[in-house]
Nanobody
Framework: QVQLVESGGGLVQPGGSLRLSCAASGFIFSMYTMSWHRQAPGKERELVASISSTGGNTNYRDSVKGRFTIFRDNAKNTVYLQMTSLKPEDTAVYYC???????WGQGTQVTVSS
């Protein structure tokens, strides 16, 4: 079965950086688009970034463009989210998603606070 395991979250000061990882198993990782989503308290889950199966195409929500980078290593079945210049409004639980609609990781908490 599909398994997505996120790691790398934590507490960081504004302006800091974090790298999230999502280790995937149970499907042919290199064939599927993958994405990162986030959900802040009291808010709906939102798409942060997505990456095509080969990594050749990426998309970002406007609020993270220029600060976040999504990339993948198909040899390691892992997708990453490099986050820089973090802001308090980036605080949320971050989820890895793919390949099917119901395939989500357990989430990793990112808290940006001084």
């Amino acid at each position: 079965q599909v398994q997505l395991v996120e790691s790398g979250g934590g507490l960081v000061q504004p302006g800091g950086s974090l790298r999230l990882s999502c280790a995937a198993s149970g499907f042919i990782f290199s064939m599927y688009t993958m994405s990162w989503h986030r959900q802040a308290p009291g808010k709906e889950r939102e798409l942060v970034a997505s990456i095509s199966s080969t990594g050749g195409n990426t998309n970002y929500r406007d609020s993270v463009k220029g600060r976040f980078t999504i990339f993948r290593d198909n040899a390691k079945n892992t997708v990453y989210l490099q986050m820089t210049s973090l802001k308090p409004e980036d605080t949320a639980v971050y989820y890895c998603h793919g390949p099917g609609r119901g395939d989500w990781g357990q989430g990793t908490q990112v808290t940006v606070s001084s």
